[in-house]
């Protein structure tokens, strides 16, 4: 019992980040699917956010994707987004829809679309000075789709050229995630297509660049607790963008295709210091919901990172250092899998309540009647997200 109240504490501490892009449509490359009250403006995706943060408690922040969510006055966002009753968090460069882009950004063989990309990197951190945020989240969508098209070594020497600029531009409290991608929209070279490449780079420019861990963007079958694990000892781990992924780069549902996976990871960062408040390390989702409703999608998503996390502090470390000592490989699996396949819905359930919400966040929000007045409101929404 002592041991619940204890984890519902450490809960309580918990803050994860949603994307302003996920509450927009969104769809693949065959087809982008509208669907009615997707918000029509960066306001009333905050307010769809600020839905995600009033039914779970802990979701206060909502990350800004440039230019997809431009607007004249940030600053002036920034105090709506607090008048919503949430802030504005990462700031996500965009450098990869633009007709210039065809053959990298920042690693473009062209010095001037080199520098056109360096700018709104640039201009990215102005806008960070702006709305307060801590994080710029880099991701380029650099490589090659067939072999000889660029040289490999130079494009990494214009990536670090744009990096160190960008790097010296960062205020005192401000910092670089880096995030790599195995592949696509390059699909024979990426030019940041793993943790390695990332934390070299990272390593590099120093203590305010760390590595983003997109769960979707390895190799099948990679085991991204151990990126985890690594890049936590090494101090280089900044963010979680967390969804669930099949194949590739689903973007689905966080925890929704694998929950072990989520739970070993969340294991990882609450063994490794991660979820200590110092530690620093941003929890974001980064899902584009295709075919589900979007902000019952985000909620699920955010119970679900909550859910792994309930369990990942339900270990008890001291058996498994036990077991794991003494070598004994089953006893070690077992403590390990006994807080798994523990039912925590009851702790959260529990939680929820204390802090004045309900404990079946997606229920209460359907019963809000929310869903209904933006369908009724919101006529003619943008597509905010792939393709915008
Ligand atoms: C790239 C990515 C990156 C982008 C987002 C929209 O696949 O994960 O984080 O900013 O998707
Ligand atoms: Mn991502
Ligand atoms: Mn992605």
């Given at each position: 019992m002592g041991a619940h109240i204890a984890i519902k504490q450490r809960l309580l501490a918990q803050q994860i980040e949603t994307p302003s892009w996920a509450y927009g449509n969104?769809?693949?490359?065959?087809?982008?699917?509208?669907?009615?009250?997707?918000?029509?403006?960066?306001?009333?995706?905050?307010?769809?956010?600020?839905?995600?943060?009033?039914?779970?408690g802990i979701a206060p922040s909502v990350a800004l994707h440039i230019p997809w969510d431009k607007v004249e006055d940030y600053g002036k966002l920034a105090k709506y987004a607090e008048s919503a009753g949430i802030r504005l968090g990462t700031i996500n460069a965009n450098?990869?829809?633009?007709?210039?882009?065809k053959l990298g950004s920042v690693t473009n063989p062209d010095p001037r679309v080199r520098r056109k990309a360096l700018d709104h990197l640039l201009e990215c951190v102005d806008i960070m000075d702006a709305t307060g945020s801590r994080d710029l989240k880099l991701w380029f969508s650099d490589g090659t789709n067939y072999p000889g098209q660029d040289d490999i070594r130079e494009r990494q020497?214009?990536?670090?050229?744009?990096?160190?600029?960008?790097?010296a531009r960062l205020g005192?409290?401000?910092?670089?995630?880096?995030?790599?991608?195995?592949?696509?929209?390059?699909?024979?070279?990426?030019?940041?297509?793993d943790?390695?490449?990332?934390?070299?780079?990272?390593?590099?420019l120093?203590?305010?660049a760390k590595v983003c861990v997109d769960t979707g963007h390895h190799a099948p079958g990679t085991n991204i607790e151990f990126i985890v694990a690594f890049l936590l000892r090494e101090g280089k781990l900044g963010a979680f963008d967390f969804n669930s992924r099949f194949y590739a780069d689903d973007d689905l549902m966080v925890g929704?295709?694998?929950?072990?996976?989520?739970?070993?990871?969340?294991?990882?960062?609450?063994?490794?210091?991660?979820?200590?408040?110092?530690?620093?390390?941003?929890?974001?989702?980064?899902?584009?919901h295709n075919i589900e409703a979007k902000i019952p999608g985000q909620i699920r998503s955010v119970c679900n990172v909550q859910e792994a996390t309930a369990k990942a502090l339900l270990v008890d470390r001291e058996a498994l250092a036990e077991a794991q000592l003494s070598g004994d490989v089953i006893a070690a699996n077992d403590v390990f899998m006994d807080a798994y396949s523990t039912d925590v819905r009851p702790i959260l359930a529990e939680l929820r309540e204390e802090m004045g919400i309900d404990p079946d966040p997606v229920a209460a929000y359907r019963r809000s009647g929310y869903q209904d007045r933006i369908n009724a409101e919101r006529v003619g929404g943008n597509q905010a997200g792939w393709g915008a």
């Open positions: 969104s769809g693949t490359r065959f087809k982008v699917f509208a669907q009615p009250g997707v918000p029509r403006t960066v306001e009333e995706k905050i307010d769809d956010a600020a839905q995600v943060h009033a039914h779970t450098v990869f829809q633009d007709d210039d882009y020497d214009r990536l670090a050229e744009a990096l160190d600029a960008v790097y005192a409290n401000q910092r670089m995630l880096l995030e790599y991608k195995l592949f696509e929209p390059a699909f024979y070279t990426t030019d940041v297509p943790w390695g490449t990332a934390y070299a780079h990272c390593l590099r120093g203590e305010k929704a295709a694998d929950p072990f996976q989520l739970f070993r990871i969340m294991y990882e960062v609450v063994r490794g210091g991660g979820y200590e408040r110092e530690a620093g390390i941003a929890f974001m989702l980064d899902q584009c």
